[in-house]
């Protein structure tokens, strides 16, 4: 099957990483209760090594790793870097200046506020609380719909996200890299197996496609990813 991933560019799928990594935290740090909350200085700054170790696993075996965001797989400190100053031009992030040895720092530049906080919070119980597998699904529906497809395809699709942004030298490196790499293919068939086990997907003779349940969490994500509050159906707007 061609696969054309279409959808978010590396650089918006940086941005929806950030945003929730910013909310969780804001939720962990009790700043979004109505006794409010002090937040560190830290809360909303980030450098390339910091925002590495958002994207990559620590784990060594790809079953474990599903802190690991699928696309940013062997994502390297530079392009991470390359990234940031791409969105500090775009006005997600503001350059505050540099740290130690030189290091870039950047801030969070978009208020934060309680109606979002809530689709976070419901974004994070549909997930079960592995967010890293939301862009995973959203490439899925982007790619196949409501459509069935196979593991190859998966592979393939993800290969085709490399293989749109290889027009630079590193696009061009990691996706021959990734291409023969039998760790990613493992880990591919890992998350393909944990989307199964959160219901996002239903399989029939050997192909998948998106379940109810995974529409209604992808639902929740673009929400959170457009600023909007979640409200039940009875809820009037």
């Given at each position: 099957m061609a696969v054309s991933p279409g959808g978010m560019d590396e650089a918006d799928a940086l941005q929806l990483v950030l945003k929730l990594h910013l909310y969780g935290e804001w939720a962990r740090l009790g700043a979004g209760n109505d006794h409010g909350g002090q937040l560190p200085p830290s809360f909303g700054r980030f450098t390339s090594r910091k925002v590495r170790r958002l994207l990559v696993s620590e784990s060594a075996n790809p079953e474990a790793m599903t802190d690991q965001v699928s696309e940013f797989f062997g994502v390297t400190s530079h392009r991470v870097a390359d990234l940031l100053e791409e969105l500090s031009r775009e006005g997600v992030l503001e350059f505050e200046g540099t740290g130690l040895r030189g290091v870039r720092v950047y801030r969070w530049r978009g208020a934060?506020?309680?109606?979002?906080?809530?689709?976070?919070?419901?974004?994070?119980?549909?997930?079960?609380?592995?967010?890293?597998?939301?862009?995973?699904?959203?490439?899925?529906?982007r790619a196949f719909g409501a459509g069935p497809f196979t593991l190859s395809d998966f592979v393939d699709l993800h290969l085709?996200?490399?293989r749109e942004r290889s027009a630079t030298r590193y696009g061009i490196l990691q996706h021959a890299s990734l291409a023969r790499?039998?760790?990613?293919?493992?880990?591919l068939r890992s998350r393909l197996a944990g989307l199964h086990a959160l219901g996002f997907l239903v399989e029939d003779a050997g192909r998948h496609r998106v379940s109810d349940r995974g529409l209604e969490a992808l639902l929740l994500l673009d929400l959170f990813g457009r600023g909007m509050e979640w409200r039940p159906r009875s809820d009037p707007a």
């Open positions: 934060l506020s309680r109606g979002t906080l809530a689709t976070f919070l419901r974004t994070r119980s549909a997930f079960a609380g592995k967010l890293a597998f939301g862009l995973d699904l959203h490439h899925i529906q085709a996200l490399r790499s039998s760790r990613f293919a493992h880990f």
